[in-house]
């Protein structure tokens, strides 16, 4: 079926055709959701196990080694880690990209269920869970002001939470550093001891007062009622007016009340987290949307919310915005949108230039609209999201799309020129010049075919970027074929007087290149000689070309974390923090900054631990890079005694996994002093070489440990229980939670625990009382002793070994792959037993690379191969790949001069030059196959004939593809870090290539004719 033909006699066919692929295009567009990266499931579960009491020794050999043994046998398991702290830990499995993440979930469930009696006792049922790493916070609100802790928390939990969480699109709203409300009764152990009472006695008395039940229902003749005893308290008041009735379970004939003994208010649970904005109390609020939605249009849903709520906000409340990652996705968004009109409009410009004709540019150029919208379609149907990747797919598509109506149109109007109607032009020219691009438009897709065969998340990320310029590629085939001859046939003109010259022009170059190609093909040997040299020379380019696996972007947005000595408390790391946010305010380039101390998240407690976001002015407003921006912050908190701080750019937190640093190892042995000492070994030696910034360890010192001892001769002797002595240590001093109160139609917690001011060492401990079995009050210094140790505050492990995970930030002036090269050298030192084994992104850079390689040669090979079945020849389809070595010594060249790194984008440019270069020898090749078929030309007289005819559109394509990548390469806006170090290679590719791609295939093409008895024949 010859699609041209049909479309140039139905030309009411082929504008409906491009109708359709225009509007179903924009109707898709308005659908996609918009991300910053492709949403890819990440199948991890999370399993929590809490055993009160239990210390990270005891948490991993019981309870942890156990859980592990049993989950190792789970279908498509692909990593397993775990960390224990006191009482608590947590165990991840993160499974293979294929594996459903709910059939997962379950049978991790199954194998915790068969544990049985394998688990101690009082160990609590392990919670399991589902998380996605993708899925981060594209938002970081906070409700601060001159308030209480407690009013903000109920505030933000009732009137704040339930709003946001209505916007379409909104997965969940979660807060950081929140506290619960909390009824707490702070017991005076004076007062305990006056009335001869114990703890014991203040959780009964409220256990029995305290208490609501059903009582049943009362049936009437007509009617029933249900009853209830109203016996809990309903204020703050009346539980204080709680009597105590018993006295170590002997009745109290005085009056006795609860406030008689203890302070009773309203509070939260025990402070281990704070949160600041601006320096002001708050709480933060952490948005996450649904997956596959647009980040953009629900962080607009967000904004108009927050909007309405300010009118009703309590005039000493402020909601704020303080980390907003949806701002760079919408920066980056409309900096592409620019770059893609820009790079048609550079397009058009060429095209005017070349062809001197209106209509044929209007002709070459509708093939973009048709092209890169049509291509919307797939996208939409694929579930594919606007994200970088897919928009950096149909930036780079514009120059290649309008190749195939360039060679097409090109081809057309010679034939005018051969003096033939423009229906007759349009019919012989396209059925002429098709093969060569259908050629080169399968050249360019099969290129990408080996991405499909790529693992891990890079896999994923291609995958979306090869679909979707393959299919605005085939896409602009169809294009070419059917509306170009079309419009040709109707609306084709003669040159203007712009065009004739230019066809002087093209004619001169024509003539001077015919006759340097005979040159050329008499010296063959010489120029093949000086090709090869070239080639081997650009490879020593990679050696000083930076290596790393993403570049550096400045998103205006990165994180710094602090941390104190370890045992530190709550309130010295509090002083130490309100000395960084002094500092931070003092630098004019930072518009907003938000801490969180003690843990952002609700399960926080680590208060030698804080974290602080760090949002810039925007980049047209300051003079500084982000990464100078951190420099000097840097330097600045250096100078704070006492806290350690490491900072975070966030740029590459997707990518790898981990914390997000380009440097990440872990150290993996038997023997945890032996993997301290081999960690402080390390980071000693990092801190010591300048190419290494911000290294830090995931590991925890020992901490403070005080032990309650029971001596149990003693005990015995005045008839204390060892129970007696645990419960009131833990209700005293633990504050454990007795009974339920509502509150605003909500139930909170009701604690006791001693008074702050009388717990201020642990001598103060020893003088609390206990009652024996006797009813008398014993004091806990008689029957126990503390005893102060260090001890372990976390145990981490990664596939069942105990390990400590290095990380690092790397200097300016260094790359990752020399880093990581350091790195390895180091594995050759360590102790027999002991590994050290990358992770995160220094990994992922790896496994990256070897993919992309492996993508690279596997491309080659499929290009190959549907290349010598177009050309029904074994010999021209390596005559076409010829091209491929010199467009990637452009491509290094290019990256060296204009000192970009070798990362995963610009190997995105490597690759899509696999499929660009062999577009000009293909048509070479195809056309000198012609001549010698339909003219029976010698192989030498059908290049020297065909060569200089194909000049034009191969300068023309060639050009096109240059100018569309041009402002890629400019670095104009946001995002434009990855976007240069790709279209620097691609630029440079194609016009290396292009330059040798003239000569050095005719040159094999003639080498190689001898070989053949006779031409091709297409099939």
Known sequence: ??????????????????????????????????????????????????????????????????????????????DISSSVRYGTGNITLEFNLSRNVDVALQEVQSKLAQLGGRLPKNINPPIVSKSNPEDQ????????????????????????????????????????????????VWINPKLLAKYELSVDDIVAAIGSEHVELPAGILERKDREYVLRVIGEAKTVQELGRIVIAKRGGAPIYSPLRLGDVARVESGLEDVRRKVRAMGENAIGMGIRKQRGTNAVEIADGIFAKMESLKSSLPEKLRLGVNFDSTKFIRETVHELEFELILSGLLTAIVCLFFLGSWSATFNVLMAIPTSIIGALI???????????????????????????????????FRHRDMGKSRFQAALDGAKQIQFAALATTLAI???????????????????????????????????????????????????????????????????????????????????????????????????????????????????????TPVGSSID?????????????????????????????????????????????????????????????????????????????????????????????????????EQLIKLARDFEKKFKADPRFMDVDTNLDEGSSELSIVPKRNQAGELGVSINNIANAVSFLVGGERVARFTESGKRIDVRVKVDRPYINDFKTILDLKVRNNRGELIRLGDVAEVQEKTSLASITRQQRERSITIYSNISPKSSQAELISTIEEERKNLPQGYSLILSGSSKTFGESFSSLSFALWLGLIVAYMILGSQFNSFIHGFTVLLALPFSLSGAWLALWVSEKSLNVYSMIGLILLMGIAKKNSIMLVDFSNQLRDDEGLSAREALLKACPLRLRPILMTSITIIVAALPAMMELGPGAETRSPM?????????????????????????????????????
């Open 445 to 563: 897709i099969a290129i990408f075919l080996p991405i499909a065969f790529m693992d891990g998340v890079i896999g994923k990320f291609f995958l979306q970027f090869g679909i979707t310029i393959s299919l605005a590629v085939a896409i602009s085939l169809l294009e070419a074929l059917t509306l170009t001859p079309m419009r040709c046939s109707q609306f084709m003109e003669e040159h203007h007087k712009e065009g004739r010259f230019v066809d002087r022009w093209m004619d001169r170059l024509s003539v001077i290149y015919g006759k340097t190609l005979h040159w050329t093909l008499d010296h063959k040997a010489l120029f093949l000689g000086g090709g090869v040299v070239l080639f081997v020379m650009s490879a020593f380019l990679l050696k000083v070309i930076k290596k790393e696996f993403i570049p550096v972007q400045d998103q205006g947005l990165f994180i710094i974390r602090m941390q």
């Open 1 to 78: 079926m010859n699609l041209s033909k049909i479309s140039i006699e139905r030309p009411v066919f082929a504008w409906m055709l491009m109708a359709s692929l225009i509007l179903f295009g924009l109707i898709s567009f308005k659908q996609l959701g918009i991300s910053e990266l492709p949403d890819v499931d990440f199948p991890t579960v999370n399993v929590g196990v809490q055993l009160d009491g239990a210390s990270p020794e005891i948490m991993e050999s019981d309870v942890v080694d156990v859980i592990e043994n049993a989950l190792m046998g789970v279908e498509g398991l692909k």
């Open 137 to 184: 916070p594209i938002l970081w609100l906070a409700l601060s002001g001159d308030s209480t802790p407690r009013d903000l928390m109920i505030y933000a939990r009732d009137k704040i939470i339930p709003q946001l969480q209505l916007v379409p699109g909104v997965g969940e709203v979660f807060f950081g550093g929140y506290l619960e409300p909390n009824i707490r």
């Open 378 to 412: 797939a996208i939409k149907f694929f579930g594919f999201t606007l994200n970088t990747f897919t928009f950096l797919g149909l930036t780079l598509a514009v120059g290649i799309v309008v190749d195939d109506a360039i060679m097409v149109l090109e081809n057309i």
């Open 572 to 672: 010295f790391t509090d002083r130490l923090v309100k000395e960084v946010e002094n500092r931070l305010g003092q630098v004019p380039e930072i518009s907003r900054y938000f801490v969180s101390i003690g843990g952002g998240g609700n399960n926080g407690g680590q208060v030698n631990t804080a974290m602080s976001f760090v949002t810039l002015t925007p980049r047209s407003e300051r003079k500084l890079s982000q990464q100078e921006v951190m420099a000097k912050v840097r330097m600045s908190l250096k100078e704070i005694n006492g806290l350690r701080i490491v900072l975070q750019d966030l740029s590459a937190r997707s990518f790898g996994g981990g914390r997000g640093f380009p440097i990440e190892f872990s150290i993996r042995g038997p023997d945890w």
């Open 983 to 1019: 279209a620097a290679a691609i630029v440079g590719g194609t016009l290396v290539s292009t330059l040798l791609t003239l000569f050095i295939v005719p040159c094999v093409y003639l080498l190689l004719s001898r070989l053949q008895k006779k031409a091709p024949v297409k099939i």
